[in-house]
């Protein structure tokens, strides 16, 4: 019986992303979830329930840690991102200067058996970070010799640990 409950209350609950903010919680009971920066394209939580954690328009992945303290710095994909430079920005996606500069995180999900988040970028191709966050490390940026367009989506098997991810188009990219 617990366990059908369980899956009642799975069931009932929806998260929407918009944005500039997360929004979660059951269908009658809506929370917001303020960023500090636009463009929330997924997210995801760790094996131990913390987060979530989405990656956001001025290039850094956030993690929730609460209504209190809100949104803070989780992990990041370009290296030496300044953070002075990035931090807020919105124009990544139309500036390839920028975006090379600060990053642009799409999709992200974690191997809960190891902990490890995998995360997919505009810029920076198919990367991983370890529980403790931090400049991720670049796994692959394209193909049999083709160039990654624009990966978007990404999902880790747990039984597996294989990490599936989509590229969107063949035609258009971020660069
Ligand atoms: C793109 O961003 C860089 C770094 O902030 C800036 O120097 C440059 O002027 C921007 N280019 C355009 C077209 O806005």
Redo the contacts with the bound molecule.
């Keep these: 019986m617990a366990g059908f409950r369980t899956s009642i209350v799975k069931l009932s609950t929806v998260v929407f992303i918009c944005s500039q903010s997360i929004i979660f919680g059951a269908l009658a009971n809506l929370e917001k979830l303020p960023l500090p920066s636009p463009g929330p394209e997924t997210f995801a939580f760790d094996g131990n329930g913390g987060g979530p954690y989405t990656g956001i328009s001025d290039g850094r992945i956030v993690k929730y840690e609460g209504p209190t303290t809100g949104f803070v710095d989780f992990a990041y994909t370009a290296p030496n991102r300044p953070k002075a430079?990035c931090d807020g920005t919105d124009?990544a996606t139309e500036?390839e200067?920028?975006g090379l500069?600060c990053g642009r995180p799409m999709g992200l999900d974690f191997n809960h058996r190891t902990g490890e988040l995998y995360l997919v970028d505009g810029f920076y191709g198919l990367l991983v970070v370890g529980p403790e966050g931090g400049l991720a490390t670049q796994l692959a940026i394209g193909a049999n010799g083709v160039p990654f367009r624009l990966l978007e989506a990404i999902d880790v098997d747990e039984q597996t640990g294989i990490v599936y991810f989509s590229d969107v188009t063949a035609l258009y990219g971020m660069k």
């Design positions: 430079l124009k500036n200067t920028l500069t």
